[in-house]
């Protein structure tokens, strides 16, 4: 039996993008996936393309009643999470001069709030179980800021500090809590990107592409392995070498 089956994976923003390649990644290795976004229809069919170990739900992440209520609903299916990807994310870009309190709000709600919504709702099981593996999606703009980003850089270096403390607090138990920091990556978020803008980024990476969302999938599998069990409360940049 591989390091593999009959574990349990939930997640996040799952249904499209840098989410979509992992619960893919994680579905061909033999893991169960639940896989979740704020569109029921477009997770379902994700979830359909991946076949038969992939199941997709609705979970608005921004909101802890939701997140109590859909993590509960799979505990009493599937009785564990072993993996847990927090990875749902979105950015509402502005200047600070501009920024309304609704995308400050809206942006630390999703990517912020969220963390401590699901790692709460899955933390006792796992510590119970005496394993499991958190993972949380960050961003090299967390470490490095970007102008018009003020939310989302806020965010994502928010995530860092969440990880490291978490990571502390249940080190004894088994459990890992990482974040991964990726660059560029090619998916719906950085479509909406102006073309100029991507022609400079290119020039900017050392590795002179954009990196895909299976580069990100490939740093949660080795999060998620056996092979990681003795690495916790770190940052794994996966950014073509944008920023070292
Ligand atoms: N793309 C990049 O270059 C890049 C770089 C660094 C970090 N990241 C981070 O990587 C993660 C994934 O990004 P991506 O590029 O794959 O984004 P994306 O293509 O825009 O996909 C976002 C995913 O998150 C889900 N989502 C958004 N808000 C949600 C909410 N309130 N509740 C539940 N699900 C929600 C979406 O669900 P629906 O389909 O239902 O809308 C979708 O599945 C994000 O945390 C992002 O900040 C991305």
Not at 11 to 37: D, F, K, N, P, Q
Not at 140 to 147: E, K, S, W, Y
């Amino acid at each position: 039996m591989s390091e593999w089956e009959g574990k349990l994976a939930l997640v996040t923003g799952g249904s499209r993008g840098i989410g979509r390649a992992i619960a893919a990644a994680l579905v061909e290795r033999g893991v169960r996936v639940v896989l979740t976004g704020r569109s029921e229809e477009r997770a379902r069919a994700t979830a359909e393309e991946l076949g038969s170990r992939a199941q997709g739900l609705a979970m608005d992440v921004s909101d802890r009643e939701t997140v109590i209520r859909v993590i509960q609903s799979v505990f009493d299916e599937h009785e564990r999470i072993d993996i847990l990807v927090n990875n749902a994310g979105i950015t509402r870009d502005n200047l600070l001069m501009r920024m309304k309190p609704e995308e400050w709000d809206a942006v630390l709600t999703t990517n912020v709030n969220a963390l401590y919504y699901c790692s709460q709702a899955v933390l006792r099981p796992m510590i119970r179980q005496r394993s499991g593996r958190v993972i949380n999606m960050s961003s090299v703009v967390g470490l490095t800021g970007n102008a018009g980003q003020v939310n989302y850089a806020a965010s994502k270096a928010a995530i860092l500090g969440f990880t490291k403390a978490l990571a502390r607090e249940v080190a004894s138990r088994n459990v890992t809590v990482n974040a991964i920091a990726p660059g560029y990556i090619d998916t719906d978020m950085t479509r909406e990107l102006p073309q100029g803008a991507t022609e400079a980024l290119h020039e900017a990476i050392p590795m002179k592409r954009i990196g895909q969302p299976s580069d990100v999938a490939a740093a949660v599998l080795y999060l998620a392995s056996e092979g990681a069990s003795y690495v916790t409360g770190q940052v794994l940049q996966v950014n073509g070498g944008l920023y070292m």
